[in-house]
């Protein structure tokens, strides 16, 4: 299958600082890209939806300016937590979508943990 | 989209087929049912997908009923690394319609 990277896997930092998360997949073009929050034993929840070229589409009760998410090329999402504070810790997980709209299958990175002290 | 209700948790045995079933009894036409599995502490990895004929591939196989309002992933001969939280997750295409909507899944726990 398709390969997402996704980098940092692990990242801790003070609270108030910002953090970015980058997304690339690898080995084919990704004009769409996603981008979840994973809380621990809970289920990925969508946070918005990256389009290359254009604003990312957030899910009701995601904050866009805390959360910033640019999509510049084909190949390269990335998500921006700003002023990052400790209930911003979590398992973020990004995502590109393959093929057309019939096809529609999504591809995963690894994760990001991300631990705000 | 469709919702999809799965069992919480299985247990199977080593080397014998593990059969997790889904139901999404409100699946429209044009909606797919899609399995993907999260090993711990790792992104999801896509198994397989459909719409209404049943799938196979290297990894799993995929039996969807007639009215479509139910489905089963089949794990022909389950392995330790199979041990992962499986989704089965029904979607359209095209706009938010195409967007991955994850559950609780099922806990599955392969045991020697």
């Known amino acids: 299958g398709a390969v997402v990277s996704q980098h940092p896997s692990w990242v801790i930092c003070k609270s108030g600082t910002s953090v970015k998360i980058e997304c690339r997949s690898l080995?084919?073009?990704?004009?769409?890209m996603f981008w979840y929050r994973q809380f621990p034993k809970q289920s990925l929840m969508l946070m918005a939806t990256?389009?290359?070229?254009?604003?990312?589409?957030?899910e009701q009760g995601v904050e866009k300016d805390k959360f910033l998410i640019n999509h510049a090329s084909l190949t390269l999402s990335t998500l921006t937590v700003t002023s990052a504070h400790p209930e911003d810790s979590s398992f973020y997980i990004c995502?590109?979508?393959?093929?057309?709209?019939?096809?529609?299958?999504?591809?995963f990175g690894a994760g990001t943990r991300l631990s705000v002290l | 989209d469709a919702k999809t209700t799965q069992p919480p948790s299985m247990d199977c045995a080593e080397g014998r087929a593990a059969n997790l079933p889904c139901n999404h009894s409100?699946?429209?036409?044009?909606?797919?049912v899609y399995w993907y599995r999260q090993i711990h502490s790792q992104g999801p990895q896509y198994i397989i997908h459909?719409?209404?004929n049943n799938e196979t591939n290297e990894m799993a196989s995929l039996i969807i009923t007639e009215d479509r309002k139910s489905s089963t992933l089949i794990l022909p001969h389950a392995t330790l690394r199979d041990t992962a939280v499986y989704y089965c997750?029904?979607?359209?295409?095209?706009?938010?319609?195409?967007?991955?909507?994850f559950g609780k899944g099922t806990k599955l726990s392969v045991k020697p």
């Open positions: 995502s590109a979508r393959v093929g057309g709209i019939a096809k529609n299958i999504q591809y």
């Open positions: 080995d084919f073009q990704a004009t769409t």
């Open positions: 990256s389009n290359e070229g254009s604003k990312a589409t957030y």
């Open positions: 409100t699946i429209s036409g044009n909606e797919y």
């Open positions: 459909g719409l209404k």
């Open positions: 997750i029904v979607r359209g295409y095209g706009g938010s319609q195409g967007n991955l909507i």
